[in-house]
């Protein structure tokens, strides 16, 4: 019993010692070494130095420069619709018609007291000639032909009278004939035949003249004394005296696109209190093509470009090289030893892909464009430089556009 307990000790031992011995050769076994990762290849370029301007932009609705609520301006029944909805109608094109069976009754009877009251005017006159006669040989008493004298000017305004009548009647109807009262796109009938119409109450239709095209926006009150203080340094035509130009562009425009010019034709003569802004408006050129569209439509969402001084020197770099933190903006950089940092940016207007970078950047700082997601501050990178990237149209003209900035600068950069 002895023996057994003795080899089953042994064997307890042996598997402890084994143990010991697979944890002290693990532990002498040498450490893998650690491969260094080259730096991480990033793209950088240094700004552009472009002439730029100082511009504002703001959001606002297309409306049509005239804009009629076609009403009758006579009762009656509807008799007929000349037009159809939606389509382009020029000034004096019938639209509808009411039943003028009673207002042609009521010219004939103007017109029977018209004839009335001429023959009636016609006899007195004649009368008044006669008693002259008898008054000048003492015949006739001057009482009776102070009545015919009141007699004939009464006959004259009855007679002025029954015209004015006709004239009315006249004009009762020819508003049974409802005609356009200007050219433009007419909308769908909001009465049909055989409804009452009341006069100068029941809307008939809507008509909207597109061109030109309006298009009113609200401008804050910081830029309103912005513009206040360019007029009194003789740097800004007023809008009030001068044709401001300005530019628009349309839902279907890319965010640096501003295709359509006009001029702003408006400006409000108070800052609304409640919104802290002022109206504006603007007006663009909106002909009718050859297959019977326009450019742009009343209500469309429009954004608009005001140019406020005119070109200085200034650094701009690619739209996508620009990162948000909070709503503030910055780019990374790499600096004379390959390493990355964080540049917090005031940014400007964005120009045909190119941000204008107010405050925060050098023209010799060089700007990772590609592969900003991956780098951080602080990082080692490797860096590879090329030109600013810009957009195709910006690179075809940039020749053509080059020449000297104020300062004597190059456009080059």
Not at 298 to 305: H, I, N, Q, Y
Not at 329 to 340: A, C, H, L, P, S
């Amino acid at each position: 019993m002895h023996g057994s307990i003795h080899s089953r000790s042994i064997r307890q031992y042996g598997w402890f010692g084994l143990s010991v011995f697979v944890i002290g050769v693990a532990g002498c076994k040498p450490e893998a070494s650690v491969v260094k990762l080259p730096p991480m290849a990033v793209t950088v370029a240094t700004p552009l130095k472009r002439p730029v301007f100082e511009t504002v932009q703001f959001s606002g609705r297309t409306d049509g420069s005239e804009f009629v609520d076609v009403r009758a301006r006579v009762s009656g029944y509807l008799l007929k619709i000349h037009f159809r909805p939606g389509t382009f109608v020029i000034e004096g094109d019938p639209l509808f018609e009411i039943d003028d069976r009673p207002y042609a009754i009521a010219l004939e009877q103007a017109e029977g007291e018209n004839d009335r009251t001429d023959a009636r005017l016609k006899r007195v006159n004649l009368e008044l000639q006669r008693a002259e006669g008898l008054l000048a040989k003492k015949v006739m008493a001057t009482e009776d032909y102070d009545r015919m004298v009141g007699d004939k000017n009464e006959a004259e305004a009855s007679s002025r009278s029954a015209k004015a009548a006709v004239e009315r009647a006249k004009l009762d109807l020819s508003w049974t004939k409802i005609n356009s009262p200007i050219t433009g796109l007419v909308s769908r009938e909001l009465i049909t035949a055989g409804n009452l119409v009341t006069a100068d109450q029941t809307r008939l239709t809507t008509l909207v003249c597109q061109d030109p095209m309006y298009v009113y926006f609200d401008i804050d009150e910081k830029t309103v004394l912005r513009i206040l203080q360019l007029i009194r340094e003789g740097r800004f035509k007023s809008a009030r005296e001068n044709k401001v130009p300005i530019r628009m562009a349309l839902g279907n425009d890319s965010a640096d696109e501003f295709p359509y010019e006009g001029y702003v034709n408006f400006v409000d003569n108070r800052l609304d209190p409640n919104s802290g802004t002022m109206r504006i408006r603007a007006t663009f050129e909106n002909p009718m093509q050859q297959n019977s569209s326009v450019k742009f439509a009343s209500g469309m969402f429009a954004r608009v470009k005001l140019e406020l001084t005119g070109p200085y020197t200034g650094l701009l770099i690619t739209e996508r090289a620009l990162m948000a933190d909070q709503g503030q903006k910055f780019v990374y950089i790499v600096n004379d030893k390959d390493e990355v940092e964080r540049r917090d940016l005031r940014i400007g207007n964005l120009e045909n892909g190119l941000r204008e970078i107010s405050a925060g950047l050098n023209e010799t700082d060089r700007v990772v464009v590609n592969g900003v997601q991956r780098v951080r501050p602080g990082i080692t990178v490797q860096p590879k430089e090329i030109p600013q990237p810009e957009h195709p149209k910006l690179k075809s003209t940039a020749s053509k556009e080059a020449g000297p900035l104020p300062g004597g600068q190059s456009s080059g950069g």
